[in-house]
């Protein structure tokens, strides 16, 4: 049994863009300390980031293939935007979290509408790299 990571367009760039709203963390210093957390608990964790929706699916099916049996997910701007996506994990079946560095309902109001936080087990948004973290502490612990 396997927890899956998925980021999306422009997370690449933590770090760098706009840390006032996004943070300082680098994605891979998030992603460094979730396989540490992880790997603590004795569960695997694999992470992936993408800037093409096309990857981000593909990689969601390949979770009903493998042992994944939880996904974390921040999916960025395709929060807003995709259909694809949603529907995609709605085919694993698979409990996600949906996580957003920022809070995306103190923003510009198209950041108000998420395709995937009807179907989430849950959603944390504003807590920045932390939410992360929160996110997996429950899935290690609830799963
Ligand atoms: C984000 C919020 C989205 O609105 C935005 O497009 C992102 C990041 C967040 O983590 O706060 O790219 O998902």
Redesign the pocket.
């Known amino acids: 049994k396997s927890i899956l990571v998925l980021h999306?367009?422009?997370?690449n760039l933590l770090g760098r863009r706009e840390p006032e709203?996004?943070g300082s963390m680098t994605l891979e210093e998030i992603n460094e300390n979730l396989l540490n957390l992880a790997k603590k608990s004795g569960i695997e964790l694999v992470a992936f980031q993408s800037n093409m929706e096309g990857e981000l699916i593909d990689r969601i099916q390949q979770a009903m293939d493998d042992d994944v049996d939880f996904i974390i997910i921040?999916?960025?701007?395709?929060?807003?935007t995709s259909i694809a996506l949603r529907d995609a994990l709605a085919a694993t079946g698979l409990p996600f979290i949906e996580?957003?560095?920022?809070?995306?309902f103190s923003?510009e109001s198209f950041?108000k509408e998420s395709y995937f936080s009807d179907l989430a087990l849950g959603v944390i948004?504003?807590l920045g790299a932390k939410g992360y973290e929160l996110a997996l502490k429950y899935a290690l612990t609830a799963r």
């Open positions: 999306g367009p422009n997370l709203v996004y921040n999916p960025a701007a395709y929060t807003h996580v957003h560095l920022s809070n995306i923003r950041r948004s504003g």
